[in-house]
């Protein structure tokens, strides 16, 4: 699975940007995705995951009730909505293929991965 990640930008904290990372290769639908952000100088962190069906997520408490994942098995896509965004959200967001059935909050579940896009939220 070849994945490309996109729609990362500045704002100001309490704004919104809407990420997504588009799939191609190997059977989109078969595999969990992910999304984790790395700021400098920290490890990689978990921040949402869906099933291969879209009906199941687990989110990182930092981001419950901000952000919401979706995905399209038609258009091999997976989309992060991030709202009320706040300066420690500021990272590269890479998204990442799981064979799991939801994933799993670390990065050594996750087989595929794209190259990460940049959100920066500024005070």
């Known amino acids: 699975v070849q994945l490309q990640a996109s729609g990362g930008g500045s704002v100001q904290a309490g704004g919104s940007l809407r990420l997504s990372c588009a799939a191609s290769?190997?059977?989109?639908?078969?595999?969990?995705m992910g999304w984790f952000r790395q700021a400098p100088g920290k490890d990689r962190e978990f921040v949402v995951a869906?099933?291969?069906?879209?009906?199941?997520?687990m989110y990182a408490d930092s981001v419950k009730g901000r952000f919401t994942i979706s995905r399209d098995n038609d258009k091999n896509t997976v989309n992060l909505q991030m709202n009320s965004l706040k300066p420690e959200d500021t990272a590269v967001y890479h998204c990442?293929?799981?064979?799991?059935?939801?994933?799993?909050?670390?990065?050594?579940?996750?087989?595929?991965w794209g190259q990460g896009t940049q959100v920066t939220v500024s005070s």
């Open positions: 990442a293929a799981s064979p799991y059935p939801l994933g799993r909050p670390t990065p050594t579940a996750y087989d595929y």
């Open positions: 290769g190997r059977t989109f639908r078969g595999w969990a």
């Open positions: 869906i099933d291969w069906s879209g009906d199941n997520t």
